[in-house]
């Protein structure tokens, strides 16, 4: 039963480039989060998703960021116009349920902005 | 604003001293998980609380669920290398949007 798949696992991209990250969740999770975490610091929620609906944003910029999860395919963050303030660890998460269930982290994609 | 406030920062022990961490929430919390990060890993769920004044053991792991359900903590006995990395809390609070508030958790180094 594989895990939480995340890819790339390491990103690097010029400042105004696009960069896609992908998520796909456990086998039968369909809720997906997003994370960003800096170096030395804990994990900042972005973003809430449910097959095909964004549950909660709260956490993610307005510009430059959105996030989708289709009824086929992996969860997808995408950054447009990435400045060096995006490097990060991006990891996701799922779960089988919404409250009360615990989160099943993936290995994290890591941002490199030049 | 924080949600979920997680002390100390940083912890640097000798190993076989104890550790603890600790987690306060501004609201009640429905449950609390917590989990554990190695370096340059992901993080990892150790566990969760649900009842009030529930406390959980894992060997030498031992966390604990306040009884007003807005703080918690996880003490580690004869700490050992192995324990290295981040601890954070995380609580949920019981409403359908399923989000987890995260601590910034406690990051911390064991020395031989």
């Known amino acids: 039963n594989a895990g939480v798949m995340q890819n790339p696992r390491h990103l690097v991209r010029r400042r105004g480039q696009e960069a896609r990250l992908r998520c796909s969740p456990m086998k039968g999770h369909s809720h997906v989060y997003w994370y960003r975490q800096l170096p030395e610091e804990g994990l900042k929620f972005m973003v809430y998703l449910q097959k095909e609906n964004i549950i909660d944003e709260s956490g993610m910029p307005k510009e430059r960021f959105s996030a989708e999860f289709p009824k086929e395919g992996p969860s997808i963050l995408r950054i447009q116009q990435v400045v060096r303030g995006d490097s990060a660890a991006y990891f996701c998460a799922s779960s089988q349920d919404a409250s009360g269930n615990e989160q099943f982290f993936g290995p994290g994609t890591r941002l490199t902005v030049l | 604003g924080q949600q979920v406030m997680q002390i100390p920062q940083y912890q640097h022990v000798q190993e076989g001293e104890d550790f603890t961490t600790y987690c306060n929430s501004s609201t009640t919390l429905s449950n609390i998980q917590w989990y554990k990060q190695r370096p340059g890993g992901h993080p990892v769920f150790l566990i969760q609380?649900?009842?009030?004044?529930e406390v959980k053991k894992q060997k030498r792991l031992t966390f604990q669920f306040g009884e007003a359900k807005k703080n918690s903590s996880l003490h580690i006995t004869a700490t050992q290398t192995t324990d290295v990395g981040t601890y954070f809390c995380a609580g949920d609070r019981g409403s359908t949007l399923g989000r987890l508030y995260f601590g910034r958790g406690t990051q911390l180094t064991v020395w031989p």
């Open positions: 609380l649900v009842k009030s004044g």
